[in-house]
């Protein structure tokens, strides 16, 4: 009896061993063959049936029932694991904006515009000079994107606009026809109610009126005529003939000016003039035709009233504009000086080599990058890339300030080739006070944001890099 039982057994022990020999083959061999979601299953040996309508459900079922096994999905988390060098990464968006940008300009040059749209070759034809004149201020329309002007269009005339979806649409570039409005609208100048924009408009035009007759037209204080002086010298320098108009200067000074009394605190800060003129060159553009060459424009020939407009709009705009940034003009300007040595510190943290050069020949940030925080690039740029780079600044909104210092990380970056070599002193402070973009467009614009944006969210949860203390 003993006897039996142990037979048995062992038939039992025998069969065990073999059936599980058998598992771990097949669950070895499924394994290695097994697809991943998505992926087509092998072929299978074609089974006699004598119906295949009827079981053609169970050999799909059949066929994916591991779609969702855990080893399946292991697979996929060690597929996720692999890594992407950054460098890879960008150089890949690069091609991706060229390669589309090739194939937008071939659907151009296939289409007879001379045909069509006498207009529009005029337009192109303005585009080419504007981009080989450094100080051209013209704006034509033959790049206008048709799709996102009208959503500009839809949301602007919406009844309640929606301002995070104008911030959204507006970082990558305003058009012209719309930009206007736009910025006021980003600059926190007009409400977002359509029915209150134009009641608000007016008020805050009567407002400033009332405050050029209260601070310019009387009397200057005694406290305020070394301002009145300084403002009186700036204004001259600028090199645009547009900016040489007695007309223009004199908008100019009244709205430095009032600034300079309404903020104590800080008052008038030599360079502030250059803040001004991306909001002039725009809202002046809505009192002429689309295309018009405002270089050489008689600004006296606008009407009195629309000059007035014109010169409010840009009152309001700068002083919004700049409520954000106000440290930056306080006494000794700490707040330039901190960001500089912020700018210093990230540059040291991403670029070793390049930080390790200028260094090594006694470059100091505050010589070069003081006046890109001062000025906010706006004389390193053409105008009209200037004003590309404030849809952006302007869409960033209470973000702009810290967004800026990546911008001229991403700005000093670009040259880094150029930089490196330079092997004396001189060589590099001269390229980095004189650096080359009279030729650079509005694509050179939008990949220098691209490249702040992506340092800006590579270091956001990683800010050993911004402990300077003050």
């Given amino acids: ?82 890594k992407i060098s950054k460098r890879v990464a960008h150089s890949a968006a690069v091609n991706v904006i ?17 045909n069509s749209d006498p207009q529009g070759e005029s337009s192109s034809q303005t585009y080419k000079e504007s981009r080989h004149t450094e100080n051209k201020v013209n704006f034509p329309n033959s790049e206008v994107d048709t799709n996102k002007l009208t959503k500009f269009q839809v949301l602007l005339e919406s009844n309640l606009l929606n301002l995070e979806d104008l911030k959204k649409l507006s970082w990558s570039g305003v058009p012209v026809e719309v930009r206007p409005m736009t910025w006021r609208l980003l600059a926190g100048y007009l409400p977002t109610s359509t029915e209150r924009r134009q009641e608000a408009l007016d008020r805050k035009r009567i407002d400033y009126a009332n405050l050029v007759k209260q601070y310019y037209d009387t009397d200057k204080d005694e406290a305020y005529k070394d301002t009145y002086r300084q403002i009186h010298i700036d204004i001259p320098r600028m090199s645009t003939p547009l900016f040489q108009q007695t007309t223009v200067q004199e908008m100019f000074e009244r709205i430095l000016f009032i600034w300079a009394i309404r903020h104590p605190a800080s008052g008038y800060v030599q360079g502030m003039n250059d803040l001004v003129t991306p909001f002039y060159v725009i809202f002046l553009q809505e009192y002429l035709p689309i295309g018009t060459n405002i270089e050489t424009l008689d600004v006296s020939s606008i009407s009195k009233k629309n000059r007035d407009s014109l010169e409010a709009d840009s009152f309001w705009c700068l002083s919004k504009f700049l409520d954000g940034i106000q440290d930056n003009y ?31 020949h006694g470059i100091d940030y505050l010589q070069f990058s003081f006046r890109w925080m ?57 390229m980095l006070q004189n650096l080359q973009t009279q030729n650079w467009t509005d694509t050179d614009i939008s990949l220098l944001v691209a490249e702040a944006y992506r340092l800006k969210f590579t270091f956001a949860d990683a800010p050993n890099h911004l402990t300077t203390k003050r």
């Fill in 1 to 82: 009896m003993l006897e039996l039982d142990i037979g048995k057994m062992g038939d039992h022990v025998q069969k065990y061993v073999n059936d599980n020999d058998m598992n771990l083959k097949n669950s070895f061999w499924k394994k290695n063959i097994r697809n991943l979601p998505g992926r087509a299953s092998p072929k299978k040996e074609s089974k006699s049936v004598s119906s295949s309508a009827s079981t053609s459900f169970d050999d799909f079922q059949e066929s994916v029932s591991d779609a969702w096994e855990i080893e399946a999905e292991d697979e996929i988390l060690r597929m996720s694991e692999v």
């Fill in 98 to 114: 060229n390669n589309h940008k090739a194939s937008i300009e071939e659907i151009h040059k296939s289409k007879n515009y001379s």
């Fill in 330 to 360: 306080i006494f000794a300007q700490l707040g330039i000086q901190y960001k500089v040595n912020q700018l210093k510190e990230l540059i040291q943290r991403i670029d070793g080599t390049l930080h390790g050069h200028l260094m090594k």
């Fill in 374 to 430: 001062n000025n906010l690039l706006t004389r390193e740029l053409p105008l009209r890339c200037s004003i590309r780079l404030w849809d952006t600044y302007l869409a960033e909104s209470d973000c702009f300030a810290t967004f800026q210092l990546y911008v001229c990380a991403a700005f000093l970056l670009h040259w880094r080739q150029e930089l490196l070599e330079k092997k004396d002193f001189q060589g590099l402070l001269i």
